[in-house]
């Protein structure tokens, strides 16, 4: 049973001191990565808000693929990821809360968010679900990605082990945790088209592909 929770104010420091260490996390995280950007299925001239941009990988990556006239916005808390994120694009950046969106209604296409909600405490995660339907147009599409629960032996002994960890220090896992998304996505209204688990060295990253 998971305890505690990292707070917001916490993990902007966490992840303005991580700054570009936090490409390491790549080792466990870029297969779900990639799965779920190819899962946002992104065409030119589509309009996408990446919430929690971190350093700027993916975002020049979507960046790509909505080329020549499409428009990707990268939002995050962290002042020290948005300078990461700004050397590796050229899109729009912001510095905002996710829980409180700057952004007109049914605005977005797509909406992409990784490894963002199993950052944030579980009352919360109803509301920011309805800020990402809010900002999304009718039929848009939105892909989530975050730790999640283990698959097999190797991967439920690994977040075992996390759970213990972070119910000692939410700070020395990063303030993340595993999660289960699917009811709370559907709760928001959501139709989820697809659901699938990644593991990469017994890191499992669960992967919600859903429509407005």
């Not at 020049?60 to 006239?69: H, L």
């Not at 948005?82 to 729009?92: D, G, I, T, V, Y």
Request: charged fraction near 20%; aromatic fraction near 8%; glycine fraction near 8%.
């Amino acid at each position: 049973m998971i305890k505690n929770t990292l707070d917001t104010h916490k993990a902007q420091r966490f992840y303005d001191l991580v700054g570009k260490r936090y490409d390491w996390f790549e080792y466990f995280e870029s297969r779900a990565k990639d799965q779920a950007i190819k899962m946002l299925d992104l065409t030119p001239g589509k309009k996408i808000l990446n919430v929690g941009v971190g350093t700027g990988v993916q975002q020049a990556q979507i960046e790509s693929d909505i080329k020549p006239d499409g428009i990707a916005i990268g939002l995050d808390i962290s002042p020290v990821m948005l300078n990461l994120a700004r050397s590796r694009s050229s899109s729009p950046l912001c510095r905002a809360d996710t829980r409180h969106l700057p952004f007109a209604d049914s605005c977005y296409d797509c909406l992409y968010a990784a490894y963002i909600l199993d950052l944030i405490p579980l009352g919360e995660i109803p509301a920011i679900l309805k800020q990402f339907s809010r900002v999304l147009r009718q039929g848009g599409r939105m892909v989530l990605l975050a730790l999640t629960e283990g698959v097999d032996v190797p991967s439920r002994a690994v977040v075992g082990a996390w759970k213990i960890v972070y119910n000692l220090s939410p700070m020395l896992c990063g303030g993340c945790r595993p999660l289960t998304l699917t009811e709370l996505v559907q709760e928001t209204g959501f139709k989820i088209i697809s659901r699938q688990v990644v593991v990469q060295l017994a890191i499992p990253s669960e992967i919600i592909t859903a429509i407005k």
